[in-house]
């Protein structure tokens, strides 16, 4: 494709293009698109190009050609187009202000699209009309750091570093001094005087301060919701790390976001962030590459420093293969290993958190007495558990047969859903939700029509659960921590619930979101349940290996929807 700068084309010819497409009314995106590879360019103090790729078609999806123009007209910036590119070239900035200009992509149709540029200045400015001492602080990993006098004249051959680690590069065209150091090995700061000598021979001091080298860290954790490159970007290389790789998503293959990080740390020497494109959180993934598995595995100095931190060793930790979470609850950090490379990392994966702290119950609902000796003796069915339910004054929603589900055994009871009556009822649920062995799921003669599960159900759902996307939801951190107080410890996430295990009284308790407002008159409804784990034979103790492990892909978990019409 050619590219010049021409005048544009008048929007009568748009509106030609427009017809030869054979569509009536044109909307905006009848114009056609303009695709840039990227918006906004960034630029260190010293010359430099980028490249911006350039796509351009008509309604039709057609290639038509393009100008470019710079506003405002600078000197700085110069701007060079290919097939299908412009490579932004800017020249070093001598100054201590940053700069800025934008780039205008202007299609044959008079669409517009711009790259707003920006340069850095340089990083200190010395005004030698006052006198006074000045710091400038540099990475661990080195680098190099410029300073801008103004104000008067200095001894460009009389500028003197402290230590031999500075080296200075006076540049005197420019009126600018060079500062560069070497990587800092040590996890000690350093620090070295720069002494410069003005015209009237009363001198100025400046104060180098390089940072030691991070043994150990946590990644970014500014923000739970969203993923800001730049303030990201920002945080890393105030830590002394430095951007390696840059990836943007692409929806179409799935790919995901990327930021790659070399880090200060000989332990931890890389550190990537990962963001999929639809995601509800800063990052979904941080992979932190160990130079050693030791450091998280039992007495491991990263282990520890975690657990230093804050961090509990999670339900499934094992001392091979450890899991901790962090004390807000946000990230779950355990050992990954990257078969291919055979590389070792500490990956770190957020959790959905509420946005506001919310009530839970006094003592965590559980079966009373009265409800255990009815749900776990098989000689109660169904009957016995209306009877029951009516004599306390509650009232019947639903009493529903399996029926043509099972021609041959019609009249079997499947579920019963009845809303307690609050004044008598000892546990305070809103409603309970039977369900009953059937013939159809293969029960006993002994055990058919006794209950097969009970729901305890709250229309106050808050004080369980919290929605973390519309139809998803998870246990709210206050009633995780009540479970946890009365035994009852997390044990993940599945598509039957949130589950968490009391090994100790040998049960399980299973947390669900019901979205059923026909059947419960509320829009979300929490509901628990328990089921009693199998025990070793002859034993009381509960068998190891009947605890499945959870989904540990799962951040939240999906309702079930319910009508009348499901019954």
């Given at each position: 494709?050619?590219?010049?700068?021409?005048?544009?084309?008048?929007?009568?010819?748009?509106?030609?293009?427009?017809?030869?497409?054979?569509?009536?009314?044109?909307?905006?995106?009848?114009?056609?698109?303009?695709?840039?590879?990227?918006?906004?360019?960034?630029?260190?103090?010293?010359?430099?190009?980028?490249?911006?790729?350039?796509?351009?078609?008509?309604?039709?999806?057609?290639?038509?050609?393009?100008?470019?123009?710079?506003?405002?007209?600078?000197?700085?910036?110069?701007?060079?187009?290919s097939d299908n590119k412009l490579a932004i070239?800017?020249?070093?900035?001598?100054?201590?202000?940053?700069?800025?200009?934008?780039?205008?992509?202007?299609?044959?149709?008079?669409?517009?699209?711009?790259?707003?540029?920006?340069?850095?200045?340089?990083?200190?400015?010395?005004?030698?009309?006052?006198?006074?001492?000045?710091?400038?602080?540099?990475?661990?990993?080195?680098?190099?750091?410029?300073?801008?006098?103004?104000?008067?004249?200095?001894?460009?051959?009389?500028?003197?570093?402290?230590?031999?680690?500075?080296?200075?590069?006076?540049?005197?065209?420019?009126?600018?001094?060079?500062?560069?150091?070497?990587?800092?090995?040590?996890?000690?700061?350093?620090?070295?005087?720069?002494?410069?000598?003005?015209?009237?021979?009363?001198?100025?001091?400046?104060?180098?301060?390089?940072?030691?080298?991070?043994?150990?860290?946590?990644?970014?954790?500014?923000?739970?919701?969203?993923?800001?490159?730049?303030?990201?970007?920002?945080?890393?290389?105030?830590?002394?790390?430095?951007?390696?790789?840059?990836?943007?998503?692409?929806?179409?293959?799935?790919?995901?976001?990327?930021?790659?990080?070399?880090?200060?740390?000989?332990?931890?020497?890389?550190?990537?962030?990962?963001?999929?494109?639809?995601?509800?959180?800063?990052?979904?993934?941080?992979?932190?590459?160990?130079?050693?598995?030791?450091?998280?595995?039992?007495?491991?100095?990263?282990?520890?420093?975690?657990?230093?931190?804050?961090?509990?060793?999670?339900?499934?930790?094992?001392?091979?293969?450890?899991?901790?979470?962090?004390?807000?609850?946000?990230?779950?950090?355990?050992?990954?290993?990257?078969?291919?490379?055979?590389?070792?990392?500490?990956?770190?994966?957020?959790?959905?958190?509420?946005?506001?702290?919310?009530?839970?119950?006094?003592?965590?609902?559980?079966?009373?007495?009265?409800?255990?000796?009815?749900?776990?003796?098989?000689?109660?069915?169904?009957?016995?558990?209306?009877?029951?339910?009516?004599?306390?004054?509650?009232?019947?929603?639903?009493?529903?047969?399996?029926?043509?589900?099972?021609?041959?055994?019609?009249?079997?009871?499947?579920?019963?859903?009845?809303?307690?009556?609050?004044?008598?009822?000892?546990?305070?649920?809103?409603?309970?939700?039977?369900?009953?062995?059937?013939?159809?799921?293969?029960?006993?003669?002994?055990?058919?029509?006794?209950?097969?599960?009970?729901?305890?159900?709250?229309?106050?759902?808050?004080?369980?659960?919290?929605?973390?996307?519309?139809?998803?939801?998870?246990?709210?951190?206050?009633?995780?921590?009540?479970?946890?107080?009365?035994?009852?410890?997390?044990?993940?996430?599945?598509?039957?619930?949130?589950?968490?295990?009391n090994k100790e009284k040998g049960l399980k308790?299973?947390?669900?979101?019901?979205?059923?407002?026909?059947?419960?008159?509320?829009?979300?409804?929490?509901?628990?349940?328990?089921?009693?784990?199998?025990?070793?034979?002859?034993?009381?103790?509960?068998?190891?290996?009947?605890?499945?492990?959870?989904?540990?892909?799962?951040?939240?978990?999906?309702?079930?929807?319910?009508?009348?019409?499901?019954?």
């Amino acid at each position: 494709m050619r590219h010049y700068i021409r005048q544009l084309i008048e929007l009568l010819i748009v509106g030609v293009a427009l017809a030869s497409c054979q569509k009536d009314e044109p909307t905006e995106a009848d114009f056609g698109s303009i695709e840039l590879s990227q918006s906004e360019l960034s630029f260190d103090r010293s010359a430099g190009v980028q490249e911006v790729n350039v796509k351009v078609c008509n309604r039709c999806g057609d290639a038509i050609d393009w100008i470019y123009s710079i506003s405002p007209q600078v000197e700085w910036l110069t701007v060079t187009p290919s097939d299908n590119k412009l490579a932004i070239a800017t020249t070093e900035n001598h100054s201590s202000k940053e700069r800025h200009a934008t780039v205008s992509v202007i299609s044959d149709n008079n669409l517009v699209r711009h790259i707003t540029v920006s340069q850095k200045g340089a990083d200190l400015q010395l005004d030698l009309s006052q006198l006074s001492d000045d710091k400038l602080q540099l990475p661990s990993m080195g680098g190099e750091k410029y300073l801008q006098v103004i104000g008067g004249e200095i001894s460009w051959d009389q500028i003197t570093a402290s230590e031999e680690w500075l080296a200075i590069t006076p540049l005197q065209d420019s009126q600018s001094i060079k500062l560069a150091v070497p990587r800092n090995h040590s996890t000690e700061p350093r620090q070295a005087i720069v002494t410069i000598k003005k015209a009237d021979a009363s001198e100025l001091t400046i104060t180098v301060e390089q940072a030691g080298q991070l043994e150990y860290f946590v990644p970014y954790q500014e923000s739970h919701k969203y993923m800001v490159y730049k303030d990201l970007v920002a945080y890393e290389e105030a830590r002394g790390f430095k951007v390696v790789q840059i990836q943007f998503g692409d929806s179409d293959f799935g790919s995901p976001d990327a930021l790659l990080f070399e880090t200060s740390s000989q332990k931890l020497p890389e550190i990537n962030y990962f963001h999929s494109l639809d995601s509800h959180f800063v990052y979904d993934q941080v992979m932190i590459l160990l130079s050693d598995p030791k450091e998280f595995q039992k007495e491991g100095g990263y282990l520890q420093y975690l657990k230093d931190l804050g961090y509990k060793e999670r339900y499934n930790s094992k001392p091979e293969s450890p899991k901790l979470i962090s004390p807000d609850g946000f990230l779950v950090a355990s050992l990954f290993h990257e078969t291919r490379y055979d590389e070792y990392y500490v990956r770190f994966n957020p959790q959905y958190l509420p946005d506001k702290p919310l009530p839970t119950f006094d003592k965590l609902p559980v079966y009373t007495d009265e409800i255990q000796k009815r749900i776990y003796d098989p000689r109660v069915k169904f009957k016995d558990i209306s009877a029951w339910e009516k004599s306390l004054g509650s009232k019947v929603l639903i009493e529903m047969p399996i029926g043509n589900n099972d021609p041959q055994h019609p009249d079997e009871m499947w579920a019963a859903i009845y809303q307690t009556n609050q004044e008598t009822d000892v546990d305070k649920q809103e409603f309970r939700f039977y369900e009953f062995h059937l013939s159809l799921l293969r029960a006993t003669p002994e055990e058919l029509q006794s209950v097969r599960l009970l729901r305890l159900c709250y229309n106050d759902c808050e004080r369980v659960i919290f929605e973390t996307s519309p139809g998803q939801f998870r246990t709210t951190p206050e009633f995780e921590a009540l479970a946890e107080s009365e035994g009852f410890i997390f044990y993940g996430m599945n598509m039957d619930g949130v589950n968490f295990v009391n090994k100790e009284k040998g049960l399980k308790m299973v947390v669900l979101m019901y979205m059923s407002p026909e059947i419960f008159g509320a829009k979300k409804t929490a509901t628990i349940r328990y089921e009693k784990l199998p025990q070793e034979s002859g034993t009381s103790a509960v068998a190891a290996n009947n605890l499945q492990e959870p989904q540990e892909t799962l951040t939240s978990v999906p309702a079930r929807r319910y009508n009348t019409r499901n019954f």
